[in-house]
């Protein structure tokens, strides 16, 4: 058995464990990551990028679907739309690979040993590959966890056949003529809507009372009258069951209590996402966890010295930059710079049709905290781009201390306003008040002249509205 010694081994090669490697190396500390298999993990390979990519591609569809149907008030008109869906499987494809190939390369040319199997602990300092080649072993002063996180499987409808997750979803040779989608969360929605947008017709089944629950009704309702308006089926408040007996559909406990059946060619099963622990080894430690995810403390440490865990295996937010941040500090605490978490704010978008965009504490969440707090909100619909946009849904609010008119939160709900996330971020990691944003010059016509008139409006002198 071969071994290799190391200052830090990351184990899984996601955004949090190659983003970790990649900053070690940079900072001198010999570095191994292992990953058991592809490089860039959920995120890159069966994630975020994919997921956007086919979003793109049905926005794409849908514009032209609306041209054809004369719906377009600015006189746009084509002829019937055809989509190439296994070119557009093949063209995501392309994307995550060559995306793949940028993290090898940068993990390279930051000199980190890469490993390919799957790793479990033998102790603390130890870890054991299962690689092509028979078992490594690879001794290390710290070890990383950074394993991810899985689609969680209903009992009722395990994964196989019609009954998908969503990386299959992401790998469809055809857009199926009905889906049903039963978790109406971030995953959900955005591929429901993606696949509406296609042509399947979509149903969705969500167990809360309404969609996207970790998001407050203002800026989820846009979303749910867009689904209306794609002819989207939502059922909230209702229980997926099992098949239909016949198959070819799905048993489903509405709200009322009565059981329906949904035909659906594919069930595209997003309840959730589980940590990523088993055939680790984890039995060989002493860990204490959170539930099924692995208790971190402020600087990712674990229960047991020299062992830090970040990304989705320590829970929610699973988020891929925050696996990012988190692998960035952990790697400069192992090269012994002073670090600790200390971030504001974990920006979250649901990249829905419109979008949502929540950085920091939303005013329910002031309210809970006994934050006294003034917000002001400013609509898309006097927002001259999102107008030339056609894109009038939807608004910004920005949530600040009554007392200092700090930025505390800034929230947003528009068609592609994801982009303005980064703004949002920045205001509320520089400790802004409101009128460092209303005193800066927001470039005319942009959506994110919107941020500025929100934090006017709650400074009390919004000029637009
Ligand atoms: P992962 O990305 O899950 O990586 C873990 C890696 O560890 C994997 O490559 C796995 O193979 C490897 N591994 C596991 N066990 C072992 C082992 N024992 N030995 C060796 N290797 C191992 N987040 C966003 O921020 N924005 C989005 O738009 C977004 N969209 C998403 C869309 C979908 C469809 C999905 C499924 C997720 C999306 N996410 C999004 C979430 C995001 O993908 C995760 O938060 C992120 O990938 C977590 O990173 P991670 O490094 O913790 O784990
Ligand atoms: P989620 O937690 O966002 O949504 C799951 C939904 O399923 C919830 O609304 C829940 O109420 C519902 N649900 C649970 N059990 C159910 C049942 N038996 N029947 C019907 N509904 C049920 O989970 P997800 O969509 O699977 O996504 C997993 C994680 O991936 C998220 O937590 C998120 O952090 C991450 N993600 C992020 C993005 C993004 O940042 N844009 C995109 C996709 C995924």
């Known amino acids: 058995m071969t071994e290799i010694t190391c ?9 949090g464990g190659y983003v970790c490697a990649i900053r070690a190396g940079q900072l001198g500390v010999d570095t191994v990551i292992v990953e058991s298999g592809k490089l860039g993990g959920s995120c890159l390979n069966v994630g975020c990028v994919p997921s956007k990519a086919i979003i793109h591609v049905a926005e794409e569809f849908e514009k032209l679907a609306d041209a054809v149907a004369g719906k377009t008030p600015f006189g746009l008109t084509a002829a019937r739309p055809a989509l190439d869906f296994k070119q557009a499987v093949a063209w995501k494809d392309g994307i995550v690979h060559r995306l793949n190939n940028g993290v090898a390369a940068l993990l390279r040319k930051a000199k980190v040993k890469i490993v390919q199997g799957h790793a479990h602990f033998r102790d603390g300092k130890t870890i054991v590959v299962e690689t ?74 969500e167990a809360q009372e309404r969609i996207l629950p970790l998001y407050d009704i203002e800026l989820t309702a846009p979303v749910a009258r867009r689904l209306t308006a794609l002819g989207v089926k939502v059922l909230t408040g209702a229980r997926a069951l099992g098949l239909t007996a016949q198959g070819g559909g799905l048993r489903v406990e509405t709200a009322d209590g009565q059981e329906h059946g949904l035909p659906a060619d594919k069930i595209l099963v997003t309840v959730g996402r589980a940590p990523v622990t088993a055939g680790l080894g984890l039995e060989q430690l002493v860990l204490d966890m959170d539930g099924p995810f692995i208790r971190i403390g402020q600087r990712c440490e674990t229960s047991m010295r020299g062992i830090y865990a970040i990304g989705d295996v320590t829970g929610e937010p699973m988020l891929a930059h925050r696996a990012m941040a988190q692998g960035e500090m ?136």
């Open 330 to 465: 952990v790697s400069e605490i192992v090269a012994g710079l002073p670090r600790a978490w200390d971030k504001r704010a974990v920006p979250a978008i649901c990249f829905t049709d419109p979008e949502i965009v929540s950085v920091g504490l939303s005013p329910e969440q002031c309210r809970q905290a006994g934050i006294n707090i003034k917000t002001g909100q400013f609509p898309f619909a006097a927002n001259g781009r999102a107008m030339t946009r056609h894109g009038e849904t939807g608004f910004v609010r920005v949530v600040a201390k009554a007392e200092d008119q700090r930025v505390l939160g800034i929230q947003a709900v528009g068609l592609g306003i994801s982009e303005l996330s980064a703004a949002f971020s920045l205001a509320i990691e520089m400790g802004s008040v409101l009128q460092d944003i209303a005193g800066t010059i927001h470039a005319h016509p942009t959506l994110g002249e919107a941020m500025q008139e929100a934090s006017l409006k709650a400074l009390g002198h919004a000029i637009h509205i």
């Open 132 to 205: 092509e080649t028979g078992p490594k072993t690879i001794k290390a002063e710290t070890v990383v966890i950074a394993t991810g996180s899985a689609p969680i499987e209903l009992p009722s409808l395990p994964f196989g056949g019609a009954i998908i997750s969503s990386t299959a979803a992401l790998a469809l040779p055809e857009v199926p003529k009905s889906m049903v989608v039963v978790g109406g969360g971030y995953i959900g929605l955005e591929l429901g809507t993606a696949f509406a947008k296609l042509g399947s017709k979509v149903s969705i089944v």
């Open 7 to 15: 200052k830090l081994a990351v184990i899984g090669a996601g955004p």
